[in-house]
Nanobody, 116 residues
Framework: QVQLVESGGGLVQAGGSLRLSCAAS????????MGWYRQLPGKQRDLVAH???????NYADSVKGRFTISRDNAKNTVYLQMNSLKPEDTAVYYC??????????WGQGTQVTVFS
């Protein structure tokens, strides 16, 4: 099992920035890719950004050019730098670890609220 702990969420004015962090522990050798998803109440969880162990990234169209995902393999941590935030970015953000076995583990989520 992999444990994921997110931090860095909060309240920010539109146009501002936040940096989310996700620290992995446990069976970290089983982690392949990592990513960030977000979810609004009553809505499905949507991919925001994804990064492989080799550093290949993928972003949702809505965040391209504004968000940057990065990964520090030595610290077993993935980051999401969010710039030029918009009210529509408001959501609970979840970190995920994709395992070589095909499963996935999730963090507990961190709230991001952007006000105009």
């Amino acid at each position: 099992q992999v444990q994921l702990v997110e931090s860095g969420g909060g309240l920010v004015q539109a146009g501002g920035s936040l940096r989310l962090s996700c620290a992995a522990s446990g069976s970290i050798f089983s982690i392949n890719a990592m990513g960030w998803y977000r979810q609004l109440p009553g809505k499905q969880r949507d991919l925001v950004a994804h990064i492989t162990k080799g550093g290949t990234t993928n972003y949702a169209d809505s965040v391209k050019g504004r968000f940057t995902i990065s990964r520090d393999n030595a610290k077993n941590t993935v980051y999401l730098q969010m710039n030029s935030l918009k009210p529509e970015d408001t959501a609970v953000y979840y970190c995920t670890a994709d395992l070589y076995s095909g499963g996935a583990n999730w963090g507990q989520g961190t709230q991001v609220t952007v006000f105009s």
